[in-house]
C-alpha cells in the first residue's frame, strides 16, 4: 500500500490463523481495500504513532477502526489500547478488542482502558468470518465517528 492510500482498518493479530479469518470476514463484507496489518503491539503503535518504519505516515491520517488483539508479543493489546486512548490525537479512533479471552478481568480491563467494544473471537470457521464482516460493516458503514477536528 503507497503511503497516500488512506488506511481504514488496523488489524493488530499475531495469529496467522486468526489474521486468515479475520481478512476472509472483512472480504465477505467487501471491506478489503484499505487494510494495514500490525503482528505485535509495537508496530502498532509504531503505525498509529507514526514512528520507526511508519516515521513517513501522519498523525492525521488515522484508521477508521482498530481491530485489536488482547495477547500480543512486544506490547500487549491492554498497553496498546491504553496508549491510544490516553493520547488526545488518537482518542477517538474505535478499538474493538477482538480476543480469545473470555476473562472477566480481561473484559474489565479493556472496557477501563477505554475500548469500544470486546468481542470473543468465535471457535467456529463460519462464525468468526460472520463476526468479523458484521462488525466490519457496523464500524466501517453504520457508525458515525466525530470530525477529525473535533
Known amino acids: 500500500m503507497n503511503s497516500s492510500t488512506p488506511v481504514e482498518i488496523l488489524i493488530v493479530e499475531d495469529n496467522p490463523n486468526d489474521l486468515e479469518m479475520t481478512m476472509r470476514g472483512l472480504h465477505k463484507a467487501r471491506l478489503v481495500n484499505h487494510i494495514h496489518v500490525a503482528r505485535d503491539g509495537e508496530e502498532a503503535l509504531d503505525f498509529v504513532f507514526c514512528q520507526g518504519a511508519h516515521a513517513g505516515r501522519t498523525i492525521d491520517d488515522q484508521p477508521k477502526v482498530i481491530l485489536l488483539d488482547l495477547k500480543l508479543p512486544k506490547v500487549d493489546g491492554l498497553e496498546v489500547l491504553a496508549r491510544l486512548k490516553a493520547d488526545p490525537r488518537t ?60
Open 91 to 150: 482518542r477517538s479512533i474505535p478499538v474493538v478488542m477482538l480476543t480469545s479471552s473470555q476473562e472477566q478481568s480481561d473484559l474489565l480491563a479493556s472496557y477501563k482502558n477505554g475500548v469500544n467494544s470486546y468481542i470473543v473471537k468465535p471457535v467456529n470457521f463460519e462464525a468468526f468470518v460472520q463476526a468479523v464482516a458484521d462488525l466490519g460493516m457496523y464500524w466501517m458503514l453504520l457508525n458515525q465517528p466525530p470530525a477529525a477536528n473535533d
